[in-house]
């Protein structure tokens, strides 16, 4: 590769996908007595990829396939996992059904896409394997199945602790998720689902205040403050933006956002995603916040991070910061068009606040 050239990244597949395809499999060799191997299956836009399998089991009743995940050069927690699909034939007129194997997580409160008692198999990846299932029976002559499909991620209990499955109220594993079938490398799209998820559960319960942080010392200082149960955080990471833009259609009476301060100030400039790779921080401008409480120099014109420029406040951090937060909340505002009341909460790495305004 040339000197400077960027491989392009690698897509991947996502766990729905790969569960479509597991299943199929599994089903193929209930009806044919052998597996498809590798097995190809139709997305939702059309692509058409094809699975090795890494298990197959036939029983008279029912069938097992397996489909190592690859999330290309996605940083999945899932990317390597195997994801198992189990077809037995159930009663007559049953349809298409589905359980919860080892690894899948269960529903266990209100406001997600799935009753409480379901399996963790969103609506997309069910209709996947649905239309796959029943596209295969077709194309063999059969009628349309009546099968019960049970998923299983083995280790998927130990993966699904990082992930925000339990504070969602999906316990004992992980989701099966994706809408397209595609995973695109650092599109997040997995954590953005969880942040409006973690809205949509909040709002199911009743709540009227929820936190959202950038980090875990930022969330702790904040459930200290107010007492917050769970379901009220939301771990929003950079992706502010995704959580603003999801609660001006889906209101709650009042957001608390904390963030560290440099990621304030990122917010506070208009940045809606607070990743270092994907927006920078305007040091002149934070720098000019300090010069108005009276504080200049040569040291501050050659400050190189916002911590420098909060180390060289002194005993004006305070009001640097507040200056910060005030700025930073109404960005959120704008971005909300209204709709719910802001507190933006500036904390320090030991977990002290350094600033609250709105509260």
């Not at 190809?40 to 890494?54: C, D, K, N, T, V």
């Not at 097992?64 to 995940?69: C, E």
């Not at 809408?179 to 998820?197: A, F, K, L, M, N």
């Amino acid at each position: 590769m040339a000197e400077g050239q960027k491989r392009a990244l690698r897509r991947g597949w996502t766990t729905g996908a790969c569960a479509a395809a597991a299943a199929r499999a599994a089903f193929s060799a209930l009806l044919c007595g052998r597996f498809e191997d590798p097995v190809s299956i139709r997305l939702p836009r059309g692509e058409a990829p094809s699975f090795p399998l890494a298990l197959r089991e036939l029983k008279s009743a029912s069938a097992r396939a397996g489909v190592v995940k690859d999330a290309g050069d996605d940083p999945d927690v899932t990317h390597g996992a195997l994801v198992i699909a189990e077809t037995a034939w159930a009663e007559r007129g049953s349809g298409i059904r589905f359980a919860a194997g080892e690894g899948v997580g269960v529903v266990t409160r209100r406001g997600l896409s799935l009753p409480p008692g379901e399996p963790a198999i969103n609506p997309a990846p069910r209709a996947m394997i649905r239309e796959t299932l029943c596209q295969l029976a077709a194309a063999k002559g059969a009628p349309q199945p009546d099968l019960l499909v049970t998923i299983s991620i083995p280790g998927g209990e130990r993966l699904a602790r990082g992930t925000m499955n339990a504070r969602l109220g999906i316990e004992g594993g992980l989701s099966i998720l994706g809408t397209t079938g595609i995973v695109i490398p650092y599109s997040c799209s997995s954590w953005v689902h969880s942040i409006h998820r973690g809205v949509d559960v909040a709002r199911a319960a009743g709540l009227d205040h929820i936190a959202a942080a950038t980090g875990a010392t930022s969330e702790k200082a904040v459930q200290r403050l107010y007492g917050l149960p769970p379901h009220a955080l939301i771990d929003m990471g950079d992706f502010v933006g995704a959580l603003l833009k999801y609660l001006r259609r889906h209101p709650v009476a009042k957001l608390t956002l904390a963030a560290g301060f440099a990621k304030c100030a990122k917010l506070a400039q208009g940045q809606l995603d607070l990743h270092s790779g994907r927006s920078s921080l305007d040091l002149p401008a934070l720098a000019s916040l300090l010069a108005a409480e009276g504080v200049g120099g040569p040291e501050l014109e050659a400050a190189a991070s916002a911590g420098e420029i909060l180390a060289l406040a002194g005993e004006k951090r305070a009001r640097l910061a507040a200056r910060v937060a005030s700025r930073a909340r109404e960005v959120a505002l704008a971005t909300l068009a209204g709709q719910s009341a802001v507190e933006v909460a500036i904390v320090d790495r030991d977990g002290a606040f350094l600033a609250r305004v709105g509260g």
